[in-house]
């Protein structure tokens, strides 16, 4: 069976080495010395400020939209993981969806100030499958009507946009640490920002709205874990690895597919990417599904990411989103993780030929 994704585990010794230490110390949760330690070393490696590291990516969103006082409407982005309009929602604020680009399937700065009204409050855009957003485009809306950015980072792990990581941008971003991720701990996510207030406030969500006797505000249970950290710590050093294993599988399947019609997104000019996940776009829905189904038979996983297009969710129905109902009915990912062999890659290929 080859699985759409598989995550990566350290060599067992590594990982013991950590155990040990937290059978010494006792110390299994609540901002222990390792969830310390990959925090001062992910804001090292992201060149940011602040990063709070979380027991998932979702809770950072809440997180995150809470800290920044939102209320009323977000305009974001159609095409993303559910959790991204969720939290929206969970937060009790009203998702108005703007189409995406055609091109890099990111959100289309454009479609933004159409949706502006004064129930706007801010913009949550997605860099999705790790692309970046046209932040510049976004950024100088944002400043012409007063709103805040929040950017769902869950794919943009390492990718740099003009040298600077992408994870920097925004009032807030975030990032999820899942182990169907690039980079991971097992569950886990962060929230960063350069914003001292911004930072302090969600420090406080994170833990229940207290230090020790001192009560401040509301909070959540954001926290990770000890056992959490020190897989982060042991895969962190690796991340030149990862990326440049992915990034010859990306180049094995470009070759090979090179004559089948298929879409892949761009990227924006400055962009050094990631190459987390490799999704394809049929020219319609009923060829994606003949090719999906026929790598199934042939125990090969595949995913519709993202499907549906988030628009027309039940508990949510929006605008129509043309382009990215589009492409949500037609992607197909590929599966995409470290242990993928050359000979899987070829197997793979020639069953998608054979649909053609
Ligand atoms: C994975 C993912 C999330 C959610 O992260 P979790 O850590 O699983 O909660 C949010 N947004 C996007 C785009 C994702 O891919």
Redesign the pocket.
């Known amino acids: 069976m080859i699985t759409v994704t598989k995550a990566y585990l350290p060599a067992y010794k590594e990982y013991e080495k950590y155990l040990k230490k937290i059978w010494a110390s006792g110390w299994l949760t609540n901002h222990g010395p390792m969830v310390n330690e990959l925090e001062e070393k992910l804001k090292k490696y992201l060149g940011v400020k602040h990063l709070i590291y979380t027991n998932?990516?979702?809770?950072?969103?809440q997180i995150a939209i809470k800290a920044l006082n939102l209320t009323g409407e977000i305009i974001t982005t159609p095409f993303?993981?559910v959790?991204?309009t969720n939290?929206i929602l969970w937060e009790g604020c009203t998702p108005v969806f703007a189409d995406i680009n055609d091109s890099d399937f990111n959100i289309n700065p454009d479609k933004i100030i159409p949706l502006i009204n004064k129930k706007t409050s801010a913009i949550l855009a997605?860099h999705?499958y790790g692309n970046p957003c046209d932040v510049d485009a976004i950024k100088k809306i944002a400043a012409g009507y007063n709103l805040k950015i929040i950017y769902?980072g869950?794919?943009a792990f390492a990718t740099t946009l003009n040298n600077k990581k992408v994870l920097s941008f925004g009032d807030v971003s975030?990032c999820?640490?899942?182990a169907?991720?690039l980079f991971h701990t097992v569950?886990?996510?962060a929230v960063i920002t350069n914003d001292d207030e911004v930072a302090e406030k969600m420090m406080l969500y994170r833990q229940f709205g207290h230090i020790g006797d001192k009560y401040f505000s509301i909070g959540i249970n954001g926290k990770n874990s000890e056992f959490h950290a020190a897989m982060g710590l042991c895969l962190l050093p690796m991340m030149k690895k990862f990326i440049g294993k992915r990034k010859k599988i990306t180049a094995l399947y470009d070759k090979l597919l090179r004559d089948v019609n298929l879409q892949r997104p761009d990227s924006i000019a400055g962009t050094v990417y990631n190459y987390c996940y490799y999704p394809v776009v049929f020219e319609n829905e009923e060829k994606m599904l003949i090719t999906k189904s026929l790598l199934q038979k042939n125990e090969i996983n595949t995913r519709r990411y993202?499907y549906p297009s988030l628009n027309n969710l039940p508990q949510y129905k929006g605008e129509a989103c043309p382009v990215s109902e589009s492409i949500s009915s037609r992607v197909l990912a590929l599966p995409m993780y470290y242990d993928l062999t050359e000979e899987d890659v070829s197997k793979i290929c020639d069953l998608i030929k054979t649909c053609r």
């Open positions: 998932n990516g979702t809770i950072a969103l993303s993981y959790a991204t939290s997605t999705v769902d869950a794919h975030t999820s640490f899942h169907t991720k569950e886990g996510g993202f």
